[in-house]
């Protein structure tokens, strides 16, 4: 009866890591790399996440179609068209910087995902408050 037991725990125990290895790979299989914008478009067709600076001077939103446009400027000072049809993020007409998720396809960024990060996180606190 013992070495039922230990066989039985010796089971659950490779089960359990076949469990865990499974979830870490699938988890990096479904997990979304950081590139440049160069990089993006060098993987077109590749679901990628850029991050960089808003140039909210080439900001167009289509209220109708629910298109919205921008240049994003990556860490390499490389600017990127991107198009990403949704609800525009409330805070994106202030926000600094953001991380868009989705594929370089015909010489833009087609996103699908937009994270914005809040301004209030980089305002320089003035001397003497």
């Given at each position: 009866m013992g070495v039922s037991?230990?066989?039985g725990a010796i089971i659950a125990v490779l089960a359990a890591g076949a469990?865990?290895?499974?979830?870490?790979?699938?988890?990096?299989?479904?997990?979304?790399p950081y590139v440049t914008a160069r990089?993006?478009?060098?993987?077109?067709?590749?679901?990628?996440?850029v991050a960089g600076e808003i140039d909210h001077d080439s900001v167009a939103f289509d209220l109708d179609t629910g298109v919205l446009e921008f240049e994003?400027?990556?860490?390499?000072?490389v600017r990127m068209p991107v198009v990403f049809e949704g609800v525009k993020?409330?805070?994106?007409?202030?926000a600094p910087t953001a991380s868009v998720a989705g594929e370089f396809?015909?010489?833009?960024?087609?996103?699908?995902?937009?994270?914005?990060?809040?301004?209030?996180?980089?305002?320089?606190?003035?001397?003497?408050?």
């Open positions: 037991v230990k066989t469990g865990i290895g499974l979830s870490i790979y699938a988890f990096m299989a479904g997990a979304t990089e993006a478009e060098a993987r077109a067709g590749s679901r990628v996440h994003l400027v990556d860490e390499e000072g993020p409330g805070n994106f007409d202030s396809v015909d010489g833009r960024f087609h996103a699908t995902d937009i994270k914005t990060q809040c301004p209030s996180k980089y305002e320089s606190v003035e001397e003497g408050s």
